[in-house]
């Protein structure tokens, strides 16, 4: 039973991960003008790359998918 319990509650600790990246990813996606982004690399840089991990990888995703939209990669062009 006990083991149960623990995979119940590392799978609802996942869920809340997953929505507070989620709720992350939304504000970050925010900052899309060149200032914008320039002043949150500025603030982004201040800290160590353990602290900025998941930060870095939701921007590095968003950059790429825009990146991928504007270029017209995977059969869609931009418009």
């Known amino acids: 039973m006990a083991f149960a319990k623990r995979i119940r509650t590392a799978l609802v600790q996942r869920a809340v991960e997953r929505r507070e990246i989620r709720k992350l990813s939304a504000e970050l996606a925010a900052f899309q003008s ?31 998918e825009r990146a991928r939209t504007a270029s017209g990669i995977g059969g869609h062009r931009a418009a």
């Open 34 to 64: 060149p200032a914008e982004r320039a002043e949150l690399d500025e603030l982004i840089a201040r800290h160590s790359s353990e602290e900025t991990r998941v930060i870095r990888a939701i921007l590095d995703q968003q950059d790429y």
